[in-house]
């Protein structure tokens, strides 16, 4: 059976290695031309993620780096910075620039669908764990009229 695109295994053969990712513990980083090294965790590589609506990235910046302003139309983000000193922020409906300095341990949420940005501003390298959970968009499923099923 699939799910989402995605082969679902039988609840009987399930593991708990389905449920556990490794692949953070890479030491072979690549940083980009900002400054950056991303790692994720998503359905495609990791099963146990399958339907659930979450994702994690692990994102390693050089000095001065950059994770360059982007959006997630149907995520929220929830960033927690755990080495360094790293700036996020995001840009509300109202054009407003809002953002905190993050030290190891202190965590910082972007709501969905909002411009958002962060840059290390420390002294060395920084590393942080991003949390994408996806949302069900209710105006999709209360439109009016309401969305044709498939025929």
């Not at 994690?56 to 929830?78: F, N, Y």
């Not at 949420?109 to 949302?135: D, E, F, T, W």
Request: with cysteine.
């Amino acid at each position: 059976m699939n799910l989402n695109d995605y082969p679902c295994k039988n609840p009987s053969d399930a593991t708990s290695d389905d449920f556990c990712y490794k692949g953070f513990m890479n030491d072979n980083k690549v940083f980009n031309i900002y400054g950056l090294s991303i790692s994720q965790a998503t359905a495609n590589n990791f099963p146990g993620l399958n339907s659930l609506g979450i994702s994690m990235i692990q994102a390693e910046l050089l000095k001065g780096g950059v994770v360059r302003p982007h959006t997630h139309p149907r995520a929220s983000e929830l960033v927690v910075c755990t080495k360094g000193r790293i700036l996020v922020g995001f840009v509300t409906t109202d054009s407003v620039f809002l953002y905190k300095i993050l030290k190891p341990k202190m965590v910082f949420v972007i709501p969905q669908a909002m411009l958002h940005m962060v840059i290390n501003v420390g002294k060395g390298n920084a590393l942080l764990y991003a949390k994408l959970q996806q949302s069900k968009s209710r105006s999709l499923f209360n439109s009016t009229p309401s969305v044709p099923d498939a025929a």
